[in-house]
């Protein structure tokens, strides 16, 4: 199947304590794979698991399911859905050997659909440096999986090259499955910078608090001195 490339992986709602059905109208593999949380107005997000908070209809469908809660979330709540496709090999490969085109296909989709989950969590990333580097891994990464379609089209009909086929793409879930840990580290380091820099604003706006500033109208005292020279009344000697 096609895989296009999604305007939107990731949809909020408002919670109102009624509506427990909010749509995934995106294509996704399986039901674990649909990623739920309820954010707090205060940005704090906490996870909902499935078949213990809601269930799922729909996977594999091409045009999504939805996500129903046993419970309506409560009016205040954000319900956000987005989808975190796992990056496996689910086919064995073999050489001179008819192989399923179907299965190969949907191994193929399995890889582009990870890849632009993980290009969508990159974009979240406030960090600009880093967010460019990991933008260039994934459309590598991305790139490499079209290459593999392209020729496993040709290698159907030949049915041979086949294990070179797996281990290309058993190379790509590896460093798909690395890719994550350095997705992760990046945005730790977004979220400690943030952290940081709220610190520092806080710890400005306790020093100032109550400070009103020097107010016009009125006299100040700052003590004085007994030296009542200046500058321009020092001599400083000659020259001859």
Do not use: C
Not at 10 to 18: H, L, P
Not at 51 to 58: R, T
Not at 65 to 72: E, I, K, P, R
Request: glycine share 6%; net charge negative; hydrophobic share 40%.
């Amino acid at each position: 199947m096609v895989v296009p490339v999604p305007d939107q992986l990731e949809f909020i709602s408002d919670g109102n304590g009624v509506t427990k059905e909010f749509s995934y109208p995106r294509r996704f593999l399986q039901k674990d794979e649909i990623v739920v949380v309820l954010r707090s107005d205060d940005g704090a997000d906490t996870p909902q698991y499935l078949n213990q908070h809601y269930s799922i209809a729909g996977s594999s469908w091409p045009n999504g399911g939805a996500v129903s809660f046993y419970n309506a979330p409560a009016a205040g709540l954000k319900v956000v859905r987005t989808r975190m496709t796992q990056a496996k090999q689910s086919v064995d490969l073999e050489n001179k050997q008819r192989n399923d085109a179907k299965a190969v296909e949907l191994q193929l989709d399995r890889l582009t659909m990870a890849i632009q989950d993980r290009d969508n969590r990159i974009s979240l990333i406030g960090d600009g440096l880093v967010r460019e580097r990991l933008e260039r891994i994934a459309a590598d990464l991305l790139e490499r999986v079209q290459r593999i379609a392209a020729d496993a089209l040709e290698r159907t009909e030949r049915i041979a090259g086949d294990r070179q086929l797996q281990s290309q793409i058993d190379a790509i879930v590896h460093q798909l499955s690395q890719f994550d840990a350095l997705v992760a580290r990046a945005e730790a380091a977004a979220s400690s910078s943030e952290a940081a820099a709220q610190t520092a604003q806080d710890l400005v706006e306790a020093a100032v608090s109550g400070s009103i500033g020097f107010q016009p109208g009125l006299a100040y005292d700052f003590g004085w001195t007994s030296d009542t020279s200046t500058y321009f009344d020092r001599d400083f000697g000659g020259i001859s």
